[in-house]
């Protein structure tokens, strides 16, 4: 199936990732929601963007899905018109053991508060 952009998505190699861009991708509450949404996924669950309900505009939306992805946070890719996502958890299991469970966690109690 083609692609719905001819601009590569990035994604940073499993040994290159860095703790101060994973935080700074963790440090948004509109991202934060992401990744508890895709944590709450599943392993094989692979939301499109279209499906998240966040309280930005359409414009910056993508930036949203952007900055976690180039951090290593969380993986994208196009199946037709939609661009699907899924958390890198074997991957920052791997560089930083526990942070991605104590961020879902924290995440978790912050949208309970």
Known sequence: M???TATPLVHPDRDRLRIDAVLAALGCPVRLAVVARLAAAGPE???ACATFALPVGKSTRSGHFKVPREAGVI????????RLNRLRRADLEARFPGLLDLVVAGARETVAD
């Open 2 to 4: 083609a692609s719905r």
């Open 45 to 47: 669950g692979e939301p």
């Open 75 to 82: 993986r994208q890719r196009d199946e037709g018109t939609r």
